[in-house]
């Protein structure tokens, strides 16, 4: 039991280049989230997906296009990257259903800088 | 506006000793608030969740307290270790369902 994985670990681009982040978890969860974090600001919404099939924007999703490819997979895409983009991108995933108050499992990132 | 507001910044303690870090949210509607500890280069890892109805929450040498009226919640570390030494971050969920509200984390180093 892997929990959420993310692949690559590090990249650096060019401003411009295009990119996709992967993520996947193995513990059959229906939601999935991806966050960005940046020196002093908390973690931030860029997208989430409730449930496969569905996407929804965050607070900060300029830039970012997403697919929930499947229950397993949400991948984050990059289409022209910006230096204003250079952050550590974190996938989420918790199980959501009914009332019951679920935890929230995180990947181990993945480090982007943009030149 | 709904925020979450953590201090201090950052701590160093001694090994050994106990600390407490503190957390203020605005965030309406209610839903949980979350303790999570975070090493360096690693994702958040869940400490505690509280509900409302929840004062306190103990895991291991971590106790999470929540007032829910006066909108604060402390983490307590007892018997502090080096491997302690990490980001915590207060999360707050809104009763919206998806909505996460992030503190910017207390840094804590504990030395020898």
């Known amino acids: 039991n892997a929990g959420v994985t993310q692949t690559p670990k590090f990249q650096v681009l060019k401003t411009g280049q295009s990119m996709t982040l992967q993520c996947a978890q193995d513990?059959?969860?229906?939601?999935m989230y991806w966050y960005r974090q940046d020196p002093g600001m908390g973690l931030r919404l860029i997208y989430y997906?409730?449930?496969?099939?569905?996407?929804d924007k965050g607070e900060v999703p300029n830039g970012y296009n997403v697919s929930r490819l499947n229950k397993r997979e949400f991948s984050l895409r990059l289409e022209s990257a910006a230096p204003s983009q250079t952050s550590v991108y974190f996938c989420?995933?918790?199980?959501?259903?009914?009332?019951?108050?679920?935890?929230?499992?995180f990947g181990p990132g993945t480090r982007l800088t943009v030149t | 506006k709904n925020q979450v507001e953590q201090s201090p910044q950052s701590l160093i303690i001694l090994e050994g000793k106990n600390c407490t870090l503190q957390c203020n949210y605005t965030v309406s509607p209610f839903s949980n608030l979350r303790w999570y500890k975070q090493d360096t280069g690693r994702g958040p890892v869940s400490l505690t969740i509280m509900t409302f109805s929840e004062n306190t929450k103990s895991n291991g040498r971590y106790t999470a307290t929540l007032d829910a009226d006066t909108k604060q919640s402390s983490l307590h570390i007892t018997a502090s270790q080096l491997s302690d030494s990490a980001s915590y971050i207060c999360v707050v969920n809104s009763n919206t369902g998806n909505q996460f509200y992030f503190g910017t984390g207390t840094s804590l180093t504990v030395i020898p």
């Open positions: 997906s409730a449930s496969e099939g569905t996407t």
């Open positions: 989420a995933s918790r199980r959501l259903a009914g009332r019951k108050i679920h935890e929230q499992y």
């Open positions: 513990m059959n969860h229906n939601s």
